[in-house]
């Protein structure tokens, strides 16, 4: 596949190296940070940071602690609430109706908000205040929630149906629907540049420089053209990782490394983030590939199967349902081993968030 040979070299593979685990475990029995495998040695290219040696030379030694207990459920309804909230209030039902229907119909359409609610624990955990990262939680979800209008055209995937609820091209029109995504994707800039407060003006700019960077072609936009061009064509194992550390993960990555911005973490809080969030972001499309060809459309709240149907290159596929399962153990593991460099406290909320999405079962509509 020619098209494929673009991409850059510096894109470490971690499908291509060994894989290890011992699969899927219940979620109820939590595992010490310290007890995780670390076998998997992912390499994360830092972007706009110090020279990696500096880095590392600036790097501190893990935490030998374990999580401690943690209202996980509370704390996300607590904090769906907030974002929920902020969201409804950033889309008033103003002229033109139509369109301002069609954002809304789709932004607040439910789920789990897992994105947000993961800027606002990234916030937190290097010492920052919800509040600081609030407008930009919202700029994320509008821009996912953009990603998925335009995912679900027939021009795309051509689905039917997201978070439980017919698209939003079904109910409004392809027209509309174009419209809806664009609006939401240009308000989500205003809102964090009009909204954000008390953030120096620097870490305002820097982060919306980093959201811009995983929405654009180098983000979330190369993660869907390669996948595109790669319809029809044998693609690999390394091909595959691209494209979803692009297509998926880069925005889960935007999330927390935004809100450890806005929440003024330094330049080695915010690498270890970045890597935490790269784990997450590639487990959460193992998962998703793992539940599509396990669970049922009603179970999922979105067309089961499809992606057998249309042959379309997944990780059970070229893995296997085993390894990928052992797959996103292991990423598990390196996720949280990422945590270990913090304060195990303001960590939990990050660690349960890696476990919930890794397990999260017939949930997965409720994150989408």
């Given at each position: 596949?020619?098209f494929l040979t673009t991409i850059p070299s510096n894109e470490t593979s971690v499908l291509l190296k060994t894989i290890f685990g011992t699969g899927l475990k219940n979620p109820s029995n939590r595992?010490?940070?310290?007890?995780?495998?670390?076998?998997?040695?992912?390499?994360?290219?830092?972007?706009?940071?110090?020279?990696?040696?500096?880095?590392?030379?600036l790097m501190t030694k893990p935490r030998k602690n374990t999580v401690p207990e943690f209202q996980f459920d509370d704390y996300m309804v607590k904090k769906a609430k907030t974002v929920n909230k902020?969201?409804?209030?950033?889309?008033?039902?103003?002229?033109?109706?139509?369109?301002?229907?069609?954002?809304?119909?789709?932004?607040?359409?439910?789920?789990?908000?897992?994105?947000?609610?993961?800027?606002?624990?990234?916030?937190?955990?290097?010492?920052?205040?919800?509040?600081?990262?609030?407008?930009?939680?919202?700029?994320?979800?509008?821009?996912?929630?953009?990603?998925?209008?335009?995912?679900?055209?027939?021009?795309?995937?051509?689905?039917?149906?997201?978070?439980?609820?017919?698209?939003?091209?079904?109910?409004?029109?392809?027209?509309?629907?174009?419209?809806?995504?664009?609006?939401?994707?240009?308000?989500?800039?205003?809102?964090?540049?009009?909204?954000?407060?008390?953030?120096?003006?620097?870490?305002?700019?820097?982060?919306?420089?980093?959201?811009?960077?995983?929405?654009?072609?180098?983000?979330?936009?190369?993660?869907?053209?390669?996948?595109?061009?790669?319809?029809?064509?044998?693609?690999?194992?390394?091909?595959?990782?691209?494209?979803?550390?692009?297509?998926?993960?880069?925005?889960?990555?935007?999330?927390?490394?935004?809100?450890?911005?806005?929440?003024?973490?330094?330049?080695?809080?915010?690498?270890?983030?970045?890597?935490?969030?790269?784990?997450?972001?590639?487990?959460?499309?193992?998962?998703?590939?793992?539940?599509?060809?396990?669970?049922?459309?009603?179970?999922?709240?979105?067309?089961?199967?499809?992606?057998?149907?249309?042959?379309k290159a997944t990780y059970p596929k070229l893995m296997g349902l085993s390894r990928a399962k052992k797959f996103a153990a292991e990423l598990v593991g390196r996720a949280v081993e990422e945590l270990?460099?913090?304060?195990?406290?303001?960590?939990?909320?990050?660690?349960?968030?890696?476990?919930?999405?890794?397990?999260?079962?017939?949930?997965?509509?409720?994150?989408?």
């Amino acid at each position: 596949m020619a098209f494929l040979t673009t991409i850059p070299s510096n894109e470490t593979s971690v499908l291509l190296k060994t894989i290890f685990g011992t699969g899927l475990k219940n979620p109820s029995n939590r595992t010490p940070f310290s007890q995780y495998p670390k076998t998997l040695p992912l390499k994360i290219q830092a972007t706009n940071v110090v020279h990696s040696i500096q880095i590392q030379e600036l790097m501190t030694k893990p935490r030998k602690n374990t999580v401690p207990e943690f209202q996980f459920d509370d704390y996300m309804v607590k904090k769906a609430k907030t974002v929920n909230k902020a969201l409804d209030e950033a889309i008033p039902l103003q002229k033109p109706i139509i369109i301002h229907e069609a954002m809304r119909y789709s932004l607040l359409a439910g789920g789990k908000r897992v994105r947000p609610v993961l800027c606002l624990a990234a916030c937190e955990l290097v010492g920052g205040d919800e509040a600081l990262a609030i407008p930009m939680a919202c700029a994320v979800e509008m821009i996912h929630t953009m990603s998925l209008i335009h995912d679900d055209l027939p021009c795309m995937d051509n689905d039917d149906l997201r978070r439980g609820k017919p698209t939003n091209h079904k109910v409004f029109g392809e027209e509309t629907a174009v419209l809806a995504g664009d609006a939401l994707l240009a308000l989500a800039f205003k809102h964090v540049a009009a909204r954000t407060s008390n953030v120096a003006s620097g870490r305002v700019v820097k982060a919306i420089a980093e959201l811009a960077t995983a929405v654009g072609s180098e983000g979330l936009v190369a993660g869907q053209i390669v996948d595109i061009y790669s319809e029809g064509k044998d693609v690999t194992l390394k091909d595959l990782e691209y494209i979803h550390v692009h297509k998926t993960s880069v925005l889960l990555e935007a999330a927390v490394v935004c809100g450890a911005v806005m929440g003024g973490g330094n330049v080695i809080d915010v690498e270890r983030v970045r890597k935490y969030a790269r784990y997450i972001g590639l487990l959460f499309q193992v998962v998703d590939d793992i539940l599509d060809v396990t669970k049922s459309s009603e179970e999922l709240g979105k067309t089961a199967g499809k992606d057998l149907a249309t042959d379309k290159a997944t990780y059970p596929k070229l893995m296997g349902l085993s390894r990928a399962k052992k797959f996103a153990a292991e990423l598990v593991g390196r996720a949280v081993e990422e945590l270990s460099y913090f304060d195990a406290a303001r960590a939990a909320p990050l660690y349960h968030l890696a476990n919930y999405i890794a397990y999260r079962s017939n949930e997965v509509h409720t994150i989408q």
